[in-house]
């Protein structure tokens, strides 16, 4: 089973990865808040298409996202730490949700021997107004052939698991 917080083979593009001896390989996050992970025991990425995953918000009726309106990047940093339980590998990435005053901080985050990392997310709105926003973490995980298996979420701790059957 691999436990991953909504997380490819293929990195995205204008993405930064985090690098291991794994068992995930490797960690992605682009500017547009897509993200890719490679397992040691397989042979193509954990999403379908190596990036099919990603974070999305919905304010104002507008999808800002990949598959929506684009976010606007403000900076991303890292890889840092060395991979450790004390000193994740850690990517920030932040964004705007264009001009609507909304402003995401994404931390995603990766320790050496787990099967997952975490995403955490962070909104802050700057527009002086309240407005609501829907924050949601999506994945097509990409199984083995012939697809078998379900996800599993965790509502504790917002985690999502899928399990091969």
Known sequence: MVLATMVGRGTPAGA????SSGPLT?????TDLRCSANHVGDTSGEFFAGTSC??????DSTLYGWLGTGFTPVSQTGPTGSGTNADPYTIVTIVDAGTTGIRLTQTDTY????ESFRTDVQVDNTSGSSTPVRVDRAADFSLPSPPRGYGTPDPGTCAAAVVSR
């Open 16 to 19: 930064v990865d985090i690098t």
């Open 26 to 30: 490797t960690v992605g996050v682009s």
């Open 54 to 59: 990603g974070t999305f918000i919905s304010v």
């Open 111 to 114: 320790t050496t021997w787990l």
